[in-house]
């Protein structure tokens, strides 16, 4: 079975440019989330989806930040524009079912250099 | 809200030597909580959780935990460690109580550890 699928794995931009992450989660799986982990710390959620429905947005930084999940399968994140401070790792996980006690599966992530 | 404090932020030991990484938490309402490792360049894998039931949890590659509710802790050991388990490590909690942050996994901030030969 495919893992959590993420790309690109590495991105460098100039600031004041928009990017964007694609995931494409375990197929069946129908919670969708994106984390930033930055340098040091453990993951933060920026937004969780349940199918195409995001339920959980209140991390996202709106005005810059935006997410979509059209279809209830793959998702992309996007950054517009970019700043020196986005510079972390980008990571897509994504769970079945009853989303507080089971398993979050996680992808390798995406390391964005903004400079 | 909750918080999860690792307490160490990086943990040096020998290869077959006996490793305990600490984890406390900070809820006001009952938790699930979970112990996940990164390799270097890899998403984070799950090592083991606690639900409910028996305190003592017993994961994947060796590792157990044991959950103490009166401490607020959810330690991880191993009685032998291996070269193969240099890897950072997470602590994290999720409630079930309901509300707005119902079942966020909220993370501590890592411990790295390292096994030298």
């Known amino acids: 079975e495919a893992g959590v699928v993420q790309s690109p794995r590495y991105k460098i931009i100039e600031k004041k440019q928009p990017v964007a992450f694609w995931c494409n989660p375990i197929?069946?799986?129908?919670?969708l989330y994106w984390y930033l982990q930055n340098l040091g710390q453990g993951p933060e959620l920026l937004i969780r989806?349940?199918?195409?429905?995001?339920?959980?947005d209140s991390q996202l930084p709106k005005d810059r930040f935006s997410a979509e999940r059209l279809k209830g399968v793959d998702s992309t994140l996007k950054i517009q524009p970019a700043e020196l401070g986005d510079s972390a790792v980008y990571l897509c996980a994504s769970s079945s079912g009853d989303w507080s006690y089971n398993e979050q599966f996680f992808g390798p992530g995406t390391r964005l250099t903004v400079l | 809200a909750q918080s999860v404090t690792q307490l160490d932020s990086q943990v040096p030991v020998f290869e077959e030597a006996p490793v305990e990484l600490r984890c406390n938490y900070s809820s006001s309402v009952s938790v699930y909580l979970f112990w996940y490792v990164q390799y270097p360049n890899q998403g984070l894998q799950l090592l083991l959780k606690?639900?409910?039931?028996?305190?003592l949890v017993k994961g994947i590659n060796g590792f157990e935990a044991e959950f103490n509710k009166s401490q607020t802790s959810f330690h991880l050991r191993k009685p032998s460690v291996h070269i193969s388990d240099t890897a950072e490590y997470f602590c994290?909690?999720?409630?079930?109580?309901?509300?707005?942050?119902?079942?966020?996994?909220?993370f501590g901030q890592g411990t790295i550890l390292t096994v030298h030969p």
């Open positions: 989806y349940e199918n195409e429905e995001a339920v959980d």
């Open positions: 606690y639900l409910s039931g028996s305190t």
């Open positions: 994290a909690v999720s409630d079930y109580a309901g509300g707005t942050s119902y079942g966020k996994l909220t």
């Open positions: 197929s069946g799986h129908n919670t």
